[in-house]
């Protein structure tokens, strides 16, 4: 395992250690240290219960926050289509609950495809949702890199090409934190 790491480091490449020991040698030369401390098991000599459970959940967070990355808003999933009566009811509720806007307003966001992300995008940044769609694309799907920077259309050969440029006075074109937009100023 030790090994495993120093090659990762001679590579260039980050490494991460889950161990049940604080103070692990591998968490010792890793990059990144998870020590999940569980305390000794209750089967003397067994190391598949309390210390593999508690690995494989620190694993399976990790994974799952990785795979969730722009499937997100917050606490919120918003890749989410909404093909039956369902999902309509929880689309329109996500819509809403993130964007603070009014029945009407949500329901025409949706009325499109039912699809939450693009939805808010339409909301949030008072674009069309043609032009909402592509910006999405642009970013790789990134509901947030979407509202956080300054989206300008500017045409090109019969489409519109969207372009991103951040609102910060660096210039740094890095997401950030999406702003909340005030509902009264969007549903008014």
Known sequence: MIAAVLEARRRSATSVSVACNAGSAAGKVADITIDV????????????????????????????????????YGNRMVDVRAPNAKLVARAFSLVQDITGAADPFVAAALDADGEVKKAVAVILTGLPAASTRECLTAASGSLRAVISLTVLFLPSRGAQQCLMHSNSPSGSSTPSAAPRTSPTSRTA
């Not at 994974?63 to 969730?68: A, D, I, R, S």
């Open 37 to 72: 401390v569980v305390g000794p098991e209750f089967v003397a000599g067994s190391t598949r219960l309390k210390a593999g459970t508690a690995q494989k959940l620190v694993l399976n967070m990790l994974t799952t926050l990785t795979m969730v990355r722009s499937k997100t």
